[in-house]
DNA sequence: AATCTCCTCAACCGCTACGCA
DNA sequence: ATGCGTAGCGGTTGAGGAGAT
């Protein structure tokens, strides 16, 4: 676990980068992929740490970094993901193509976040004030509050482990087969992490479409999330379609996850909000409904939901069953694995 | 015009995860 | 099993710009 010297020594420059040193970077890597950071700025004349030149490669020169002004849609894609995956900005950035997780994650602190406190919605847990009061006010209730989002959290974790060792097995199969298939075969871009490959393909080398990508631009968190969802996730299919179906309806579905909070937002705020709800059918279709009922029924105590939620008239009994049933509802889909999927409530 | 305050975002820092010897 | 080197991640900082006074 040795931290990298690299910044520590002396003569290196710090600070703003400037066009020369941007050039020279940029240069550097179109002609000899970034290989090794580490030894990068020596062989590329840059009196820099390897650390700062990544940085500036990854938040700034790659070629498929989208500049300026986040729409609606990324707006409402990265509220709703926050919801779900809290601050992994890389896991939320992989769901927002051409967008770097500090981007994202500055774009959060700086607009997002004042916008949701704004409008009395707690940007850590994603829910209105009133419910945070008026939970306050029962001890039970609270308790109970407490209790769900620790055993979702948990089953979070779990489930998190659990597709990342899926995914090393599935990816490490899936090489393997390759390997026998045609080792000069180009590789598949596939959704996991691979930190072993560096090499950097150039523009209008091998196939035509490819871009000076890092690697984990190409990391995407649909197919993670979809292959124990029980979706096909056929990458060689899809690759060549960035708003392929599969990623579009776990979109969907992951977007679903907060439109409660989103939708209150709505009463007060202009049109950034205007969109939500607005997902077609499709498989993702019953994981959205589930969800926006569920969550709105459970999270919110305004508008047309207030009906439904029955703010103040519920028993205690039905608020714990909802929840049940909300976590659980969840926890199914997420789970398809029989072996583990353990109900939790 | 000068100064102050606030905001934005590029960059840095420190930590962890992972691969390899 | 252990230690080291490296990459990646998330939190934080601070320079510079914009707006207010």
Redesign the pocket.
């Known amino acids: 676990?040795?931290?990298?010297?690299?910044?520590?020594k002396a003569g290196?420059?710090?600070?703003?980068?400037t066009p020369e040193?941007?050039q020279k970077l940029l240069a550097y890597i179109e002609e000899h992929g970034?290989?090794?950071?580490?030894?990068?700025p020596e062989k590329a004349g840059l009196q820099?740490?390897?650390?700062?030149?990544?940085?500036?490669w990854?938040?700034?020169?790659r070629p498929d970094i989208k500049?300026g002004?986040f729409t609606v849609q990324e707006e409402q894609t990265i509220i709703q993901l926050h919801a779900l995956?809290?601050?992994?900005?890389?896991?939320?950035?992989?769901h927002l193509p051409k967008r770097?997780?500090?981007?994202i994650?500055?774009?959060w602190?700086?607009?997002l976040k004042?916008r949701l406190i704004k409008m009395g919605i707690d940007p850590v847990t994603h829910k209105h004030k009133n419910e945070t009061l008026s939970s306050s006010t029962g001890q039970s209730k609270n308790a109970a509050t407490l209790s769900h989002m620790a055993q979702w959290e948990s089953a979070r974790l779990e489930a998190e482990a659990r597709l990342?060792r899926e995914s090393?097995l599935l990816h490490l199969q899936h090489y393997q087969n390759n390997n026998n298939l045609n080792k000069s075969a180009a590789p598949q871009q596939h959704c996991f992490?691979q930190?072993?490959s560096?090499n950097w393909t150039k523009p209008n080398q091998g196939n035509g479409d490819q871009q000076l990508e890092?690697?984990?631009s190409t990391?995407t968190f649909s197919e993670n999330l979809l292959m124990p969802l029980g979706i096909p996730t056929d990458s060689s299919r899809n690759r060549n379609n960035n708003n392929n179906e599969s990623s579009a309806m776990i979109e969907l579905a992951v977007s679903s996850s907060t439109s409660s909070d989103v939708s209150l937002v709505k009463e007060h705020e202009h049109d950034w909000i205007r969109q939500i709800n607005c997902g077609s059918g499709g498989i993702g279709e019953g994981f959205t409904s589930l969800l926006i009922g569920d969550s709105v029924g459970r999270s919110l105590p305004t508008g047309k939901n207030e009906a439904t939620a029955g703010v103040g008239n519920e028993s205690e009994y039905n608020y714990y069953e909802d929840n049940k049933n909300y976590w659980n509802s969840i926890l199914n889909l997420v789970d398809s694995s029989p072996s583990d999927s353990a109900t939790m409530f």
């Not at 995956?85 to 992989?94: D, E, F, M, V, Y």
């Not at 770097?100 to 981007?103: A, M, R, S």
Request: aromatic share 8%.
């Open positions: 676990m040795g931290r990298s010297p690299c910044c520590d290196l420059k710090k600070g703003p980068w040193e941007d970034h290989g090794s950071w580490r030894s990068l820099r740490c390897g650390k700062s030149c990544r940085l500036r990854t938040n700034y020169l500049r002004k995956l809290g601050n992994r900005w890389s896991a939320i950035a992989t770097t997780d500090n981007e994650k500055n774009y602190n700086t607009h004042k990342a090393k992490t930190k072993t560096t890092s690697p984990t990391v």
